[in-house]
């Protein structure tokens, strides 16, 4: 089954204990995403990816990491979280730029409290 | 700096009725997408708007995009319960290939 899968679903953890959110699709799609959403403010780009070893940041990459050096792989690294990064993380993959291709296919979320 | 804005961002209507959101967005782009979310669940790709002029229909829903205007629209046709969800607009920052910027999202509820 084509899909997008995130883990863990759900992570509480303690501020300044570094954390991994992996995101792995199985479509061989070139672009992947990773995105935040917060009640009131939307979704918010994290980071995106347009292929291996290509990572450029959204509208709020601070205190993220990403690295993409497989193409099935995007992980999502937080080296010092804080309770600031509390929030409902969503990855996404596309076949190619999303100028080009069409949707965006998108995991089941990871809800992450930093306390 | 590229701002989307929704309208309206809660939306109450009856079924039957007729119904549009609005997407305005500040900067050049010609490339918008339309995604669903239901509560609790992820987000689903609805429409990709790639041009000036672009319709694009579903079932009941109807987008459009107008870059001269910076606008799009969501156009709901005899609405029924099942469209109600949370629906969000995003735009491709000109010259990106995916820096997407989202509206806040228009929380739809339908009833009968």
């Known amino acids: 089954e084509a899909q997008v899968t995130q883990n863990p679903r759900y992570l509480i953890t303690v501020t300044g204990k570094k954390l991994t959110v992996t995101c792995s699709q199985n479509?061989?799609?070139?672009?992947m995403s990773w995105y935040r959403q917060d009640p009131g403010l939307g979704l918010r780009q994290i980071y995106y990816?347009?292929?291996?070893?290509?990572?450029d940041k959204g509208d709020v990459p601070e205190g993220y990491k990403v690295s993409r050096k497989e193409k099935r792989n995007f992980p999502l690294i937080l080296e010092s979280p804080s309770p600031n990064q509390t929030s409902l993380y969503f990855c996404?993959?596309?076949?190619?730029?999303?100028?080009?291709?069409?949707?965006?296919?998108f995991g089941p979320g990871t809800r992450l409290t930093v306390l | 700096e590229l701002k989307v804005e929704q309208n309206p961002l809660f939306l109450s209507m009856q079924e039957g009725k007729n119904y549009t959101i609005y997407c305005n967005y500040s900067?050049?782009?010609?490339?918008l997408y339309w995604y669903r979310q239901d509560p609790g669940k992820s987000l689903e790709s609805l429409f990709v708007?790639?041009?000036?002029?672009a319709v694009k229909q579903e079932g009941r829903l109807m987008a459009s995009l107008d870059t001269k205007a910076r606008l799009s629209t969501l156009h709901i046709t005899a609405a029924v319960h099942d469209l109600s969800a949370t629906y969000f607009c995003?735009?491709?920052?000109?010259?990106?290939?995916?820096?997407?910027?989202f509206g806040k999202g228009t929380k739809l509820s339908v009833k009968p």
């Open positions: 708007l790639l041009s000036n002029g």
């Open positions: 995003a735009v491709d920052h000109w010259g990106s290939q995916g820096n997407l910027i």
């Open positions: 996404a993959s596309s076949p190619g730029p999303l100028g080009s291709y069409n949707e965006q296919f």
């Open positions: 479509m061989n799609h070139e672009y």
């Open positions: 990816s347009m292929n291996v070893e290509v990572t």
């Open positions: 900067t050049t782009s010609d490339r």
